[in-house]
């Protein structure tokens, strides 16, 4: 199968997991919990986001929500094991895996282990979880945030090559 190329919204990965180094090496330092600083997604001003955020559990993988500086965003764990961003761009078609977890489909980019980057799939505003799994567990931490991220409908979901049924060929002639 050929490769595609990665898309935009799973792109940068490494940028997340130095982030999620960043704000964990910061919060060591200073002993205390300041606000998490994320970048605010392109579209984190959608409804939808607000929706999602106001919905964020005060818990997630045993982790306590931390306050964050931007807008559609949240952030759980001291220092910071798993960040939210709503109103990233949507993945479209990938090789990634995408599995459900408790009614909501996430592509999962792996590429960075043990840090995770989890993008909802068929949901716009995409949502995008990145879980620091030598702290917490992604499935568990998905589980957590499943009932805030499925205010936003779903629209599509997870297909695997072999349920897409093939095309039928118009006969020559």
Known sequence: MPHRPVPAPLRGLRTAAALLTAVAGAALLTGCTQAVSLERAPDATEVACADVVVRLPDTVAEQTQRETNSQGTGAWGSPAAVLLRCGVEPPGPTDYRCVAVDGVDWV?????APTYRFTTYGRTP??????????????TALTDLARAVSVI?????????DDVAPT????AG
Do not use: K
Request: glycine residues 10%; aromatic residues 0%; negative net charge.
């Open 126 to 139: 995409a949502v995008e979880v990145i879980v620091d799994n030598d702290a917490v567990s992604g499935t």
């Open 153 to 161: 409908p779903a629209e599509g979901g997870c297909t695997a090559v």
């Open 108 to 112: 999962i980019d792996e590429s960075d």
């Open 168 to 171: 039928e060929t118009p006969a």
